[in-house]
C-alpha cells in the first residue's frame, strides 16, 4: 500500500479547523428584519486619526448613526476618538486585536484576538461590544466558543460596495444605491486596507447618504436594525 505524502493529515485538519469553520458562518447575520426602511452602515478596520473624524462629521451632518468594527490595537491608540464615536450616538463593535488572518491563527490566538478587543472597547466606551465581524468574513473553529461565551454574534453583510480591489466612490455611492433595501447591512471602510479606502469612502458618503435620505432610509446603529420597529 502507498504510504500517504507528509502533509495530508496536517492539511485536513487545517481545512477542518479553517475553510471548513465556515460553515457556521451559515448562521451569521447579514442583514436586518424587512419591515421597516432602516439600513446599517456599518465601518470597517478603523479608527483612523485622520479619516474617522470626518466620517463622524458627515454621520452627524445627514443625522446618520453608525457601526464601527474597530481594529483593538488601533483603537487602543486613539482613545479619544474611540469614546468620541460612542457620545456621538454609534455603535462600537468588535473586529479582532491586530486584523490578521484567522486562518493563519491557531485556538489561543484567535481567542486572545477577540478577546483583548472586547475588553479595551468596554472599557473605553463602558458598554462591551455587541457583535463581532472577522476580518475579510474569514473565520476558524476557534471563533465560535469565543463569541458564544461572549454573547457577541458574527456579523457580516449584505451589501459591500468595495472588496478588495478599488471602486471609484461614485460607482461605490451608486452600487449601494442601487442594491439597499430595508434590513440592509452595508460593508464600508473608514482606515486603510485596499489602499485609499478611506479617502475614497469620504468622497462616496456624501452621495449616498443624500440618496439614502431621498429614498426614505434611516441610517441606524446595527442593534437598533436588529431590533424590533
Ligand atoms: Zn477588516
Known sequence: MRRLPLWVLPGLLWGAYAPGAHAFTL?????????ARRVA???????DPVHTPKVLDLLGDAGARGTFFVVGERAAGAPDLVREM???GHEV???TWSHGNLWLRGPGATEREIVRTHEVVHDLTGRPPRF???PWGMVNLAVFPTLRRLGTPCVLWSLQPEGLRPVAPHEMASRVLRGIGPGAIVDLHDAEGVPGAPG??????PPMLEGLRAAGYAC??????????
Open 27 to 35: 448562521t451569521a447575520i447579514r442583514r436586518g428584519p424587512r419591515g
Open 41 to 47: 452602515l456599518t465601518f470597517d478596520d478603523g479608527p
Open 86 to 88: 460612542a457620545a456621538r
Open 93 to 95: 463593535e468588535n473586529h
Open 132 to 134: 463581532f465581524r472577522p
Open 200 to 205: 475614497r469612502l469620504l468622497d462616496a458618503l
Open 220 to 229: 441606524v446603529p446595527l442593534a437598533e436594525l436588529l431590533s424590533p420597529a
